[in-house]
């Protein structure tokens, strides 16, 4: 199901309010610390303009060297949002204990006001996730140069987001299969290993959703009733933006290998509830399709009837709640 032209404007209200999406998902979830013996350190691996660009690497003495790593691009709307943001502490802890090597990253916010993203142009959305994906780039190439100190196999680096930083990582391996100007950043020879999606899309000029080459194995969380960022399609003439059922479809069609958990009547608070309760799926998708480069296509429709409905709201909706308070 696409839909057009009027739906066009709608498209940076739904990345508009994942900034309050995310806050009203961190409030429904303990926050927990970093679990000890965890080390975090962090690192400056850029400076542009005003922005001192910094990551967080987390590890664990007993972390073998030459493990598996994966690098988090958090959400925000592309306006706000933290690397350290506590909620994220649980997902990082349970990765860690699986001997993976963690690098939570900031970027640059490429939109700046709530104000901006009501208009009826896809140009201040691409630009926040062109800006985005160019300092993950970046912040891959320091990984990469840093692949001793960190302790990882920069063959098995794994891409992971929360909303906006799930369009983020999505995006991010869709320029590079591509191979569009934007990847140029990257060695022509590396490719990212995996990508986990918390409710992202791709954003597209070039028409329906292609790949010049095989994309990496991916994992997407998505609530079919998320009204911040498109479970399906907004598209406009060769414009689109492709939530993970369009993006799963793609997938299926070219027999590309894929994991899609599909968490019927939920909203955006599918960018947040995985990384707490699904962890199972996620360490299975890492090991299987990642790792042992199983070629599975999987496809889960789960529905808990006992769980709290929470953004279902447009994005409209949530921003004029929150002008009344």
Not at 176 to 195: I, M
């Amino acid at each position: 199901m696409i839909h057009r032209c009027s739906l066009v404007g709608r498209v940076l209200l739904f990345t508009g309010a994942i900034f309050l999406a995310n806050g009203y998902c961190f409030s429904q979830d303990t926050r927990v610390p970093i679990d000890r013996g965890i080390k975090k350190e962090t690192f400056t691996y850029a400076k542009k303009d005003t922005s001192v660009l910094q990551l967080d690497v987390y590890t664990h003495p007993s972390t073998p060297k030459n493990s598996p790593c994966i690098i988090f691009v958090f959400g925000g709307g592309f306006f706000t949002g933290k690397r350290d943001e506590e909620y994220y502490n649980k997902y990082f802890n349970s990765l860690v204990h699986e001997k993976y090597v963690v690098v939570s990253i900031s970027y640059r916010l490429g939109i700046h006001g709530m104000q901006k993203l009501f208009t009826s142009k896809f140009k201040p959305l691409r630009g926040a996730i062109d800006t985005a994906v160019v300092d993950l780039y970046d912040a891959t190439n320091w990984v990469i140069k840093h692949r001793k100190t960190i302790g990882i196999d920069t063959t098995k680096i794994i891409l992971s987001g929360s909303s906006a930083g799930a369009i983020v990582v999505l995006q991010s391996d869709f320029e590079k299969r591509n191979k569009t100007k934007l990847s140029r950043r990257l060695s022509r020879d590396f490719q990212y290993a995996g990508v986990i999606s918390f409710a992202g899309a791709i954003l597209s000029y070039r028409g329906p959703l292609r790949y010049r080459e095989r994309p990496a194995p991916t994992l997407m969380f998505h609530g079919t009733h998320d009204k911040m960022v498109i479970y399906r399609q907004v598209a406009f003439f060769n414009r689109s933006l492709s939530g993970s059922y369009s993006i799963a479809k793609t997938f299926r069609k070219f027999r590309y290998p894929y994991y899609f958990y599909k968490v019927r009547g939920m909203g955006h608070e599918i960018a947040a509830y995985p990384m707490h309760d699904n962890f199972k799926q996620i360490a299975w998708f890492i090991n299987e399709l990642v790792l042992k480069k199983k070629r599975y296509q999987v496809e889960e429709s789960f529905n808990n009837l006992d769980k709290k409905r929470g953004l279902i709201l447009s994005a409209e909706d949530i921003y004029k709640e929150d002008n009344k308070k």
